[in-house]
């Protein structure tokens, strides 16, 4: 079982050698969750044979934070395909929340707002409520906001989806933005990449700042050309 953000196609692809040369039943397991999930249970979204699912579905639903975090979605690749959806409105979600930091930090007409006060408050009741604004308002409280990095990492999961959509002509434009407003992290500095950068430190641990093995995975963890 692969529970990491492998590309769909190369799940696809390593489930084939394994049963043909091995007999081994291999599933594609898109885990969600970050390090709370880690701890306390996480979210699991499942690919592979039913005979392969019936081995390991005790053990991902007692791992799952609950019994609807845990679910068989389909085929081999499936698991991680839905995983690499689920990535891709991540950052979509992502990008809009940094912006909004961005409006109130340097928007309005000087009101001096208290950021993590306002975050706190959309947590309770507000229609954007959520971890990622619950996690927003956790790192306001105990980061130094301007002296984080506004340079964001990642390992190239998302650029995936959208050349695979390409290919479909599939039109994702608000996924496609917010992976070109990532590149531009890298050579701008800027409150709403500063604001992604901290909520993707509180759910995964994500590194501030460039980070030499998260590139270098970027540029190697794909085995089929999309």
Same mark, same amino acid.
């Given at each position: 079982?692969?529970?990491? @953000?492998?590309?769909?196609?190369?799940?696809?692809?390593?489930?084939?050698?394994?049963?043909?040369?091995?007999?081994?039943?291999?599933?594609?397991?898109?885990?969600?969750?970050?390090? /709370?999930?880690? $701890?306390?249970?996480?979210?699991?979204?499942?690919?592979?044979?039913?005979?392969?699912?019936?081995?390991?579905?005790?053990?991902?639903?007692?791992?799952?934070? @609950?019994?609807?975090?845990?679910?068989?979605?389909?085929?081999?690749?499936?698991?991680?395909?839905?995983?690499?959806?689920?990535?891709?409105?991540?950052?979509?979600?992502?990008?809009?929340?940094?912006?909004?930091?961005?409006?109130?930090?340097?928007?309005?007409?000087?009101?001096?707002? /208290?950021?993590?006060?306002?975050?706190?408050?959309?947590?309770?009741?507000?229609?954007?409520?959520?971890?990622?604004?619950?996690?927003?308002?956790?790192?306001?409280?105990?980061? @130094?906001?301007? @002296?984080?990095?506004?340079?964001?990492?990642?390992?190239?999961?998302?650029?995936?989806?959208?050349?695979?959509?390409?290919?479909?002509?599939?039109?994702?434009?608000?996924?496609?933005?917010?992976?070109?407003?990532?590149?531009?992290? $890298?050579?701008?500095?800027?409150?709403?990449?500063?604001?992604?950068?901290?909520? $993707?430190?509180?759910?995964?641990?994500?590194?501030?700042?460039?980070?030499?093995?998260?590139?270098?995975?970027?540029?190697?963890?794909?085995?089929?050309?999309?």
């Amino acid at each position: 079982m692969d529970g990491g @953000n492998s590309f769909y196609l190369d799940s696809i692809e390593r489930e084939k050698r394994l049963w043909k040369e091995k007999r081994v039943y291999f599933l594609d397991c898109g885990t969600s969750g970050g390090l /709370d999930g880690a $701890r306390h249970g996480a979210c699991f979204m499942v690919g592979g044979k039913h005979e392969g699912i019936k081995i390991a579905e005790p053990i991902l639903i007692s791992l799952a934070v @609950n019994k609807n975090a845990y679910i068989h979605t389909g085929p081999p690749g499936s698991g991680h395909f839905v995983k690499l959806v689920h990535n891709g409105i991540e950052f979509g979600m992502l990008q809009a929340i940094g912006e909004g930091v961005e409006l109130l930090h340097k928007g309005g007409n000087g009101f001096n707002l /208290d950021l993590s006060g306002i975050f706190k408050n959309w947590s309770n009741g507000s229609v954007i409520r959520g971890w990622l604004v619950e996690l927003m308002e956790k790192g306001l409280r105990e980061q @130094n906001f301007d @002296n984080i990095q506004s340079y964001i990492e990642d390992t190239g999961e998302v650029n995936w989806l959208i050349q695979d959509a390409l290919n479909k002509e599939i039109p994702i434009p608000i996924i496609s933005q917010s992976v070109m407003e990532l590149f531009k992290s $890298r050579i701008k500095d800027s409150d709403t990449y500063k604001a992604i950068a901290l909520m $993707r430190h509180g759910f995964g641990g994500h590194p501030f700042g460039n980070d030499e093995y998260i590139a270098k995975e970027r540029e190697t963890s794909r085995i089929q050309k999309i």
